[in-house]
């Protein structure tokens, strides 16, 4: 899950390419484009400790960059931004400028992101339920990222842009501990 709100340089980073990718009529490539790096950073935890590991220099990582943009058949506009990214080192902080830009997106076109941590896999019903329940309270439609984090023991964790919705087992023993030591 992304953290409980966007650093402001991933802000900026993410606007910036935002901006730039509406200005050419290109809004959903880019997303594409996108979507296909945080696939990658998902799924090869190797290549992620790579990219973001400060002690492995720029240059090193815009190489490999560079070569997997061309195997992707990332848009000359995506190659380009990630280079920058590299270059200034802030490629570390990828996973934040996607997960920005595609909130900003997703405003856009009128939609939200909703990132939901679960201690189990969703079923389709249950993501369903998510959703109609979200557009209820927000009055617009969603987008559901799921992630499994067992440690939760029960309970979901939404986080919807800077809002945090925290209904897990593990947060409620947290307050109930917290609430004992102050007794105590």
């Given at each position: 899950?992304s953290?409980s709100s966007?650093?402001a340089?991933?802000?900026?980073?993410a606007?910036?390419?935002?901006?730039?990718?509406?200005?050419?009529?290109?809004?959903?490539?880019?997303?594409?484009?996108?979507?296909?790096?945080?696939?990658l950073?998902?799924a090869?935890k190797?290549f992620?400790?790579?990219?973001?590991?400060?002690?492995?220099k720029n240059?090193?990582?815009?190489?490999?960059?560079?070569?997997?943009?061309?195997k992707?058949?990332?848009?000359?506009?995506?190659?380009?931004f990630?280079?920058v990214?590299?270059?200034?080192?802030?490629v570390?902080?990828?996973?934040?400028?996607i997960?920005?830009?595609k909130?900003?997106?997703?405003?856009?076109?009128?939609?939200?992101n909703?990132?939901?941590s679960a201690?189990?896999?969703?079923?389709?019903?249950?993501?369903?339920?998510?959703?109609?329940?979200?557009k209820?309270?927000?009055?617009?439609?969603?987008i559901?990222h799921?992630e499994v984090d067992?440690s939760?023991?029960?309970?979901?964790?939404?986080q919807i842009?800077?809002?945090?919705i925290?209904s897990?087992?593990?947060?409620?023993?947290?307050?109930?501990?917290?609430?004992?030591?102050?007794?105590?």
């Open positions: 899950m953290k966007h650093s340089s991933a802000s900026r980073y606007n910036a390419l935002f901006q730039l990718a509406k200005e050419a009529k290109v809004l959903d490539s880019i997303s594409n484009d996108l979507d296909k790096i945080l696939e950073l998902l090869d190797i992620a400790s790579f990219i973001e590991n400060p002690s492995i240059v090193n990582k815009l190489s490999l960059l560079d070569m997997l943009a061309d992707l058949e990332l848009s000359k506009l995506t190659k380009d990630i280079g990214v590299t270059k200034k080192g802030r570390s902080n990828i996973q934040e400028i997960k920005s830009y909130d900003l997106v997703s405003d856009f076109n009128g939609i939200k909703a990132y939901v201690s189990k896999v969703l079923s389709e019903n249950q993501i369903n339920s998510i959703k109609q329940k979200l209820e309270k927000f009055s617009s439609e969603f559901l799921t067992e939760l023991i029960a309970g979901l964790k939404i842009g800077s809002q945090m925290d897990t087992i593990k947060s409620k023993l947290n307050a109930l501990k917290a609430k004992m030591k102050e007794v105590a």
